[in-house]
């Protein structure tokens, strides 16, 4: 399907801007450490979310409008700043040792400033005019970014984790090109009593339509005429 | 009888300074630094420290092991007592060693524990990293 090609694209338009300041997945990770997400090596996991597609009837038999919201996952770590040789140096004065701690900043402070600053760069980038069509070749509608949320911080260790997601909408076409069933493999069984054979079973496979003869075990198929004959 | 409270915050201070009691060195807002107990001028502050937290997943529930150290100190040894708000650093052995070399942390947002009624604190550590400069 076309969301695919746009995902796809969205992770090349971001990656080729990222400049070192991100790191960029196409995929939601399952679980990471706090310490590979510090600094510049915070990620942007891209992903397709949902769609909405319209119902009409042109899209019975031809495209179809797909209303696709891909998920921007963002991620950062910090962990908290202070003037360590300050307050490490026998030879500090408490004034001075005081105004490293009034200097101090927190992990969580430090999260949110990154993690707004990507925001910004993320929403920068996509809403580039050159990026209206996301990097496609071809035209795509409606692209909008409708919504950014931020999570509430994890503390980790030492480590603040922090977390938000941006949502980016857009509108394409998708053209059902069909899917050729592999013979030779097994069917999707579906089992229910049909009317007129109390005693027999129907099941529905990804080849074709079949019953199960109760007496013989024999796998029957509809010949297209209204009798079932034995599969070989 | 005699003063059973009294009692009390002395058995808690031979459980924090006593026999597991390693040094711990303060160094609150003011930048003062204490490095001995106000008990004993002439011995170092000494506080219980557990180098392992133990702290729950909010996400699913589990049990996670954090290396942020806690430690736990008589009231009554402290020349000042850590207040919520203020930034505080302490300096503790690396290891469980009283000889082992100090490391640097601050205290956490988390809030002190502090039992007026038993005599000692709690601060929960968090390493810091050195600012950019």
Same mark, same amino acid.
């Given at each position: ?5 746009? $995902? ?32 510049? $090596? ?30 921007? #996952?963002? +991620? ?35 999260? #949110? ?81 049909? $009317? ?5 079973? +129907? ?11 109760? *007496? ?5 198929? *509809?010949?297209?005429?209204? *009798? ?5 | ?133």
């Amino acid at each position: 399907m076309k969301f695919i090609e746009v $995902k796809e694209s969205i992770i090349n338009v971001l990656g080729s801007a990222a400049a070192g300041r991100f790191v960029v997945f196409g995929y939601q990770k399952q679980g990471q450490r706090a310490e590979d997400l510090l600094g510049n $090596k915070r990620n942007v996991q891209v992903y397709f979310g949902s769609g909405e597609m319209p119902e009409s009837k042109s899209g019975l038999t031809g495209p179809v409008q797909h209303d696709p919201t891909f998920k921007i #996952d963002c +991620m950062v770590s910090t962990k908290a700043q202070v003037n360590l040789s300050a307050l490490t140096d026998p030879s500090s004065t408490p004034a001075e040792k005081a105004l490293a701690l009034a200097n101090t900043r927190t992990a969580s402070y430090l999260a #949110d400033n990154s993690l707004d600053e990507l925001f910004s760069i993320i929403w920068n980038i996509l809403n580039d005019g050159r990026n209206v069509d996301l990097g496609m070749d071809e035209p795509v509608a409606s692209r909008w970014i409708p919504r950014i949320s931020k999570d509430t911080p994890l503390p980790v260790g030492e480590y603040c984790v922090l977390t938000g997601t941006m949502e980016l909408t857009c509108s394409i076409v998708e053209e059902p090109v069909g899917e050729e069933p592999v013979l030779g493999t097994d069917g999707v069984h579906t089992d229910y009593i049909a $009317k007129d054979e109390p005693d027999s079973q +129907m099941g529905v496979s990804n080849e074709s339509t079949f019953i199960i003869d109760d *007496d013989t075990g024999d796998y029957l198929i *509809d010949d297209e005429s209204g *009798d079932y004959i034995v599969e070989d | 009888m005699g003063d059973l409270r009294a009692k009390i915050e002395q058995d808690t201070g031979k459980t924090i300074e006593g026999r597991f009691g390693l040094p711990v060195e303060l160094i609150g807002p003011d930048g003062v630094s204490q490095i001995y107990s106000k008990n004993d001028p002439e011995s170092l502050l000494q506080g219980k420290i557990l180098y392992d937290t133990v702290r729950q997943n909010p996400d699913t529930g589990e049990s996670v092991i954090i290396e942020d150290p806690v430690v736990t100190l008589r009231r009554s040894s402290l020349n000042r007592i850590p207040l919520p708000g203020e930034v505080w650093s302490v300096r503790i052995p690396a290891e469980p060693r009283p000889d082992a070399d100090k490391e640097t942390y601050l205290v956490s947002d988390l809030p002190v524990e502090g039992g007026r009624s038993i005599g000692f604190v709690r601060l929960y550590l968090t390493k810091p990293e050195q600012v950019p400069e």
